[in-house]
Structure formats: C-alpha cells, structure tokens
C-alpha cells in the first residue's frame, strides 16, 4: 500500500504546487490529504481527488484529528510571523500524538541566528519549530529554504521596468530559487525514502546582485534597466510617502538589509541533487514573469 501524505499549507502556493507535482510523479490523489482551513479555496483540490481535512494550526483537535493515518507530513511553515512558532509547535505535538512517521518541515536558509539578524523574527520561529521537530523523536527532514526568487518581482514592484531596481540590498548576493523548484524538492522527498533525519539547502546553484537582476531584466526586455541601490533611510521614506503600509516597509527593507549582509549568499546546495536537474536560472524564471 502507498505511504499516505498529508500537505499542509496546501492552499498556499507551495503547497498546491507540491501537491501537482506528487501527481505528476505518479502518487494517487487517494494517498493525498490536504490540509485546508477554508474549503472554499480547496475547489481545485477536491477536483484532483485529493482528501480535504480541515484544520487551523491555532486548534490542537483539529490537527490530531487530520493527522490520523498521515505517513509522511509536509508542514508549510506559516504566515503569521508573530505567532507561528506556537502554532508550528501545535502541529508537531499533534503530529507526535497521531503517529506520523516522517514529518518534514518547510524551513528558512540563514546564516545569521542572533538577535542582531535584520530578519530576526522570521529566522527566530524557524528555528523554534526546527528544534521542536527535531525533539519530537519523529524521523524529520528540514528543508532550509533559500529566497524565492517570486519574491523580486513583489519587491521592486509593479513598474520597475520603468523605474529600475529600487531596494537599499547593496552588491549582496542571494541564491534567488524559484518557489517551483522547491515544490518539486519537497514532492521528491515526500514519493522517494532516505530522507530521515536530514537537513538540506535547498538554494540555487548561482547566486545574483540586485545590479545582476537589473542586467537581466535588461538583456530579457532591450530596455535599460538600472539598479538605484538607494540608502535604506531614503528607500524606507520614499515607500512611507508612497503610502506603502508601515509592516510591508518594515519587512522588505528589512529583507534588503539580509541580502546586503549576505544572508541568502550559499554556493552549497542540496536543490540539484533532490530534483535531478539544475534548478531555475534567475533568466529563465524572469522570462516567464516578465516577457510571456
Ligand atoms: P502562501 O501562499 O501564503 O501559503 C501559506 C499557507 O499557509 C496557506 O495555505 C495558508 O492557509 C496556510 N496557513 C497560514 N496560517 C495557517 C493556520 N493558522 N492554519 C493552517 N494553515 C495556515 O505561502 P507560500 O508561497 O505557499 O509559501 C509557504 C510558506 O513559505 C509561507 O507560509 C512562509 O512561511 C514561507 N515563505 C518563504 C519565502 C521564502 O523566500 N523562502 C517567501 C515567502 C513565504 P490559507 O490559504 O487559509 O490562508
């Protein structure tokens, strides 16, 4: 009988895309569950054939209720920065009590764990919930997730081939990786064994300037494009002004700030061996975004 999967997130992007994935290797929908908070977003998903199990990560009952059964959980790490790692811990636990046998958790490449770091509160609840899983005494597999490369175009904006690059990250490099490459990853990991009690980076196999991703920008459009690399008091006063939501400032000159320390710069990966080929170049995912 095949190992039973249980997705977690799996109305979130990462999640519905691993879940295409597993399909397109082969797992039956029957072996899929989704874990969902609201079923309306879920259409699609029971469309597949995939089992809906509805649960919140703030609600115990509900998590050990549709963890029941699970072999193999891919828990999606969250969006609510400021109380995520107990939610995260919620799942654990209720992963624990249900008997999964192989949970594996959507983590966060860092170099930086201290309190001094510019993401200190994304970097702090991921190692919290690391630490939980790696306690539970469940086989695990922590994926440490380098920067989606579908974060630039949200974080230079609508018109930035207009206007150029405009965030205060320096000549940082950053192992931008595309969020479809880690679908793929994860899927691998949830259909194939030997992945228990590892941790793996899961980066790109370059790394790229923000002066980088305006040269590209260029040679994919003809136009010139050029990166500003503004002082982080004028980028974060000039989004003030724009009327840009203060916690949307605060996280994106905060990112800036990582990229510019380096945080997301690795050239050691484990992306290429986990999906059999060599991940997405910054080019080619531009190229879909910003030429089709
Ligand atoms: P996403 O599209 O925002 O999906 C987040 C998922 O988490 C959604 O399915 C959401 O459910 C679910 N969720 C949030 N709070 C929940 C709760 N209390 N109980 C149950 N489910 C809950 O994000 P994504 O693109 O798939 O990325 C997955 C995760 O990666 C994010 O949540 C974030 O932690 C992290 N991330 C990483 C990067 C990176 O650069 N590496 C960038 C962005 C995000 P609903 O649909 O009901 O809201």
């Given at each position: 009988m095949s190992k039973t999967i249980l997705i977690t997130g799996a109305t979130g992007q990462l999640g519905k895309a691993t879940i295409d994935f597993l399909l397109k290797k082969g797992a039956t929908p029957a072996s899929i569950s989704a874990l969902v908070r609201d079923p309306a977003k879920a259409e699609d998903l029971k469309a597949k054939g995939i089992q809906l199990k509805l649960g919140d990560y703030n609600d115990y009952a509900s998590l050990l209720a549709a963890f029941e059964g699970t072999d193999k959980l891919l828990l999606i790490s969250g969006n609510d920065l400021a109380n995520r790692a107990e939610q995260q811990a919620n799942a654990v636990n209720a992963a624990r009590e249900a008997g999964v046998k192989h949970i594996i958790y959507t983590s966060f490449f860092r170099k930086n764990e201290s309190a001094h770091s510019p993401i200190y509160i994304v970097a702090k609840s991921h190692m919290e919930t690391e630490k939980a899983v790696k306690a539970s005494g469940i086989p695990y597999t922590i994926m440490l997730n380098s920067l989606y490369a579908d974060i630039l175009p949200m974080f230079m904006g609508e018109k930035v081939l207009e206007t150029g690059v405009f965030l205060p990250a320096g000549d940082g490099k950053a192992s931008y990786t595309t969020r479809q490459d880690m679908a793929e990853a994860a899927a691998n990991i949830l259909s194939t064994e030997g992945h228990e009690n590892k941790s793996y980076i899961v980066a790109n196999d370059a790394t790229y300037t923000l002066y980088d991703v305006a040269r590209i920008l260029g040679e994919l459009t003809g136009k010139k494009i050029s990166n500003i690399n503004p002082a982080a008091e004028v980028y974060i006063d000039t989004l003030s002004k724009a009327g840009v939501p203060v916690e949307y400032v605060g996280m994106f000159a905060g990112f800036s700030e990582a990229i510019k320390q380096g945080?997301?710069?690795?050239?050691?990966?484990d992306l290429e061996k986990l999906i059999g080929r060599k991940p997405t170049s910054l080019k080619e995912y531009f190229a879909s975004v910003y030429t089709s």
């Amino acid at each position: 009988m095949s190992k039973t999967i249980l997705i977690t997130g799996a109305t979130g992007q990462l999640g519905k895309a691993t879940i295409d994935f597993l399909l397109k290797k082969g797992a039956t929908p029957a072996s899929i569950s989704a874990l969902v908070r609201d079923p309306a977003k879920a259409e699609d998903l029971k469309a597949k054939g995939i089992q809906l199990k509805l649960g919140d990560y703030n609600d115990y009952a509900s998590l050990l209720a549709a963890f029941e059964g699970t072999d193999k959980l891919l828990l999606i790490s969250g969006n609510d920065l400021a109380n995520r790692a107990e939610q995260q811990a919620n799942a654990v636990n209720a992963a624990r009590e249900a008997g999964v046998k192989h949970i594996i958790y959507t983590s966060f490449f860092r170099k930086n764990e201290s309190a001094h770091s510019p993401i200190y509160i994304v970097a702090k609840s991921h190692m919290e919930t690391e630490k939980a899983v790696k306690a539970s005494g469940i086989p695990y597999t922590i994926m440490l997730n380098s920067l989606y490369a579908d974060i630039l175009p949200m974080f230079m904006g609508e018109k930035v081939l207009e206007t150029g690059v405009f965030l205060p990250a320096g000549d940082g490099k950053a192992s931008y990786t595309t969020r479809q490459d880690m679908a793929e990853a994860a899927a691998n990991i949830l259909s194939t064994e030997g992945h228990e009690n590892k941790s793996y980076i899961v980066a790109n196999d370059a790394t790229y300037t923000l002066y980088d991703v305006a040269r590209i920008l260029g040679e994919l459009t003809g136009k010139k494009i050029s990166n500003i690399n503004p002082a982080a008091e004028v980028y974060i006063d000039t989004l003030s002004k724009a009327g840009v939501p203060v916690e949307y400032v605060g996280m994106f000159a905060g990112f800036s700030e990582a990229i510019k320390q380096g945080e997301f710069d690795t050239s050691a990966s484990d992306l290429e061996k986990l999906i059999g080929r060599k991940p997405t170049s910054l080019k080619e995912y531009f190229a879909s975004v910003y030429t089709s």
